[in-house]
């Protein structure tokens, strides 16, 4: 009976969400900002091309959607010196086809300014369930991507899940280096994707986890990481000793690197490039699959760290043109690898399928979240015996209600169904 009362509740809180949830379309700042104070959990704001000057920052209080009115334009909405900061806990964030940029390349640029925040002295109340980037180019802002590196206690977020993907994040951390892009230090997270992505140019590391108490997925796949740590004590970049890749030893963490290209430090001289996935081979896993090593690494790569899978290759010579895209090596054989964006010895990587299969399912607190659903698509829920649970037609990428119970998600959009079993 308590199981039937508890579902009752997860339907009619779902069917509330369902009146409510709706979308925003946006043309201009003053447009946007509007929306911002009017959306409710779940709802999607929808921003037509153009560019959104003075955007300013906007306080995350509820989950919401941003997305590009056409996800596959390159001519994108460009939000102009805007910063998203979480304020509350129990909320997501997913950001679709849209540019941001604090300051141009060729700009001056004040301190600590960050993309995305969540270090709030409310964070330890509740839990981020999701942060999606998706088909973003995003640059220009002078501390870091991602802020989750406060370690006071109240203040420490638990986010379950990071997804990145297909993204050009460039020109991050400019005038801190001894800042990292991702820096997300003492943040409990269970599992962080990262796909289909280039990071370039920016003197600090790619990813840094300090924490030592959650099993975490680190997934890092067909990326390029080109231009970053810088090592040296002296000049603007004081202090950059940020490795590229830096997680400690999380007992039952898995960390793989796949497919990806890792080359040049940021003022392209200073010499011992490493990465730290913390393993030890038994209880905490590390895998390099197909990694291409270029220059400026250090002759050990890999330190504190135990490679269960090692199918890794240091170039003879590495040499890369960012505008164009392209990179060169000896050996000349390797290929196809990569940021699909890029040519590797004239060769095109190979685009990993348009697969929904990046839908996600989880529970968490009780509360069920799929996320990286397709516009359009239509989820059921089953129970582990068949019984349909619940069928929704979904308009936004991201779905929570409230679940206590291991159950079965199928995704079903105009290319395919995605069928995810869920365990509490």
Not at 152 to 157: E, F, H
Not at 158 to 183: H, K, M, Q, W
Not at 340 to 356: D, L
Request: proline letters at 3%; hydrophobic letters at 35%; glycine letters at 6%.
């Amino acid at each position: 009976m308590k199981t039937k009362i508890t579902f009752l509740v997860a339907l009619c809180l779902l069917a509330i969400s369902n009146v409510w949830a709706t979308k925003h379309p946006v043309t201009t700042t003053a447009e946007f900002t509007t929306a911002w104070g009017a959306y409710v959990a779940g709802d999607t704001i929808v921003m037509s091309t153009g560019t959104y000057s003075g955007f300013g920052d906007k306080n995350i209080t509820k989950s919401v959607t941003i997305m590009s009115a056409d996800t596959t334009s390159t001519d994108r909405p460009i939000i102009v010196a805007g910063q998203f900061i979480f304020t509350q806990p129990n909320c997501s964030f997913v950001i679709n086809g849209i540019e941001a940029y604090y300051y141009t390349e060729a700009a001056s640029v004040t301190d600590s300014k960050y993309f995305l925040q969540a270090v709030a002295n409310t964070m330890s109340t509740g839990t981020i369930p999701l942060i999606s980037l998706r088909n973003c180019t995003i640059h220009g802002y002078s501390r870091g991507l991602i802020r989750a590196d406060n370690t006071t206690a109240a203040n420490i977020p638990t986010i379950p899940e990071i997804f990145i993907n297909n993204c050009l994040l460039y020109d991050i951390s400019r005038v801190r280096a001894d800042y990292t892009a991702l820096g997300l230090k003492a943040a409990k997270m269970t599992k962080v994707t990262i796909k289909n992505t280039t990071f370039y140019n920016s003197p600090c590391g790619f990813f840094y986890s300090e924490n030592t108490d959650t099993p975490v997925n680190l997934l890092i796949e067909n990326c390029c990481l080109i231009k970053l740590t810088n090592n040296t004590t002296t000049g603007t970049q004081t202090n950059a000793s940020k490795m590229i890749i830096y997680n400690n030893g999380n007992a039952g963490s898995t960390r793989t690197i796949k497919n990806t290209i890792i080359s040049d430090s940021f003022d392209g001289s200073t010499e011992r490039m490493q990465i730290k996935l913390g393993s030890d081979g038994t209880t905490n896993w590390g895998n390099a699959d197909n990694v291409v090593f270029g220059n400026n690494m250090n002759a050990a790569i890999f330190t504190s760290t135990v490679l269960t899978v090692n199918n890794q290759t240091t170039a003879t010579s590495l040499s890369y043109n960012y505008p164009a895209m392209t990179i060169t090596t000896d050996p000349i054989t390797i290929n196809n690898l990569g940021d699909p964006r890029w040519r590797i010895n004239g060769v095109w990587t190979n685009a990993i399928s348009k697969s929904e299969s990046n839908i996600f399912a989880n529970i968490h607190n009780n509360q069920l979240t799929i996320g990286n659903l397709p516009l359009n698509s239509t989820i059921n829920v089953y129970s582990f015996a068949g019984s349909r649970l619940f069928s929704k037609k979904n308009s936004g990428s991201i779905l929570q209600v409230p679940v206590n119970y291991s159950c079965i998600v199928k995704v079903t959009s105009d290319k395919e169904t995605v069928s995810l079993k869920v365990i509490k």
